[in-house]
């Protein structure tokens, strides 16, 4: 099993050979993560929610998070990528929020690449995990997001014949699904309650929290933690302000219910948070 380590937060790389099955069972099972499988040589054999998958060569597995794997087998010659992305990445693109909404994606999870997009998604995948691995210097967390994003538009496509009803990205649901992500995405570091949002799609608070937990199985309250903590890390991370100054640029009654509030959501204060970064740095 090769480690490589992520340059940025939302995507953590691992390849597994026959060898490392268990590991990847074991670290791979009822995640908060989107997980993408590329299964580049060798067969996979596992249960996926309870249901039997035989998986050849070339193929790509969409694991929903939460997903509950079981049985896991592979042949003596198995090569296997698996991207974890979390949550707050596929919140910033729109699409994926369909997907994870998709019961059809739920059950048919595997799919064996042609080859007429075998080549460039392979391709895809190997120049990830080339700039992912790379120095400071050598590549930035923006050429990794921007890759990701290409294969993730590559996949998207692959999985729209097994969304049976396309209707489903037109339906009322989607659309405030949509709506309420741009909106998350463009106020949410500012925006911390679920009226606002409720008020700017005018839908009640209670529907819209509703829908939100139903399509997407995350409350709503979760996904708006997402942006605050990631705009409070990136603060963190790349400007010399105080924890007042960042409490204050995000909007914060006062400091003390920045720091509650960042460590109910990380586990950690915003300080220690900063202080692992510049040792990891």
């Not at 790509?60 to 990528?81: G, K, R």
């Not at 400007?239 to 109910?264: A, M």
């Amino acid at each position: 099993m090769i480690d490589i380590k992520p340059k940025f937060e939302g995507l953590y790389i691992e390849k597994y050979k026959a060898d490392g099955i268990a590991e990847f069972q074991k670290r791979s099972t009822k995640l908060n993560k989107l997980l993408l499988c590329f299964v580049s040589a060798g067969k996979l054999n596992l249960h996926i929610n309870g249901l039997p998958f035989n998986i050849d060569d070339h193929s790509v597995i969409m694991l929903l998070p939460d997903t509950d794997l079981a049985n896991v087998s592979c042949s003596d010659d198995l090569e296997l990528s698996v991207f974890y992305i979390s949550l707050d990445f596929i919140s910033t693109y729109s699409f994926l929020t369909v997907l994870l909404a998709s019961d059809e994606i739920k059950f048919n999870p595997a799919i064996q690449v042609e080859n007429s997009a075998k080549r460039l998604i392979w391709s895809t995948v190997k120049l990830i995990q080339d700039y992912n691995s790379r120095i400071k210097e050598e590549s930035t967390p923006e050429s990794v997001q921007y890759l990701l994003y290409a294969l993730l538009e590559l996949v998207s496509k692959l999985y729209l014949p097994v969304i049976k009803n396309n209707s489903l990205l037109q339906t009322r649901s989607q659309d405030i699904i949509e709506r309420f992500f741009e909106l998350l995405n463009e106020h949410g570091h500012l925006q911390r309650s679920v009226l606002f949002y409720s008020d700017q799609l005018h839908l009640s608070p209670q529907y819209l929290s509703s829908l939100i937990k139903k399509e997407t199985g995350k409350p709503i309250k979760q996904w708006i933690s997402y942006i605050v903590i990631k705009h409070a890390k990136e603060l963190l991370k790349t400007t010399s302000l105080s924890i007042k100054e960042v409490s204050n640029q995000l909007q914060f009654v006062d400091s003390s219910l920045f720091c509650r509030y960042f460590r109910r959501c990380t586990g950690i204060t915003a300080n220690t948070y900063r202080e692992n970064y510049k040792i990891k740095k």
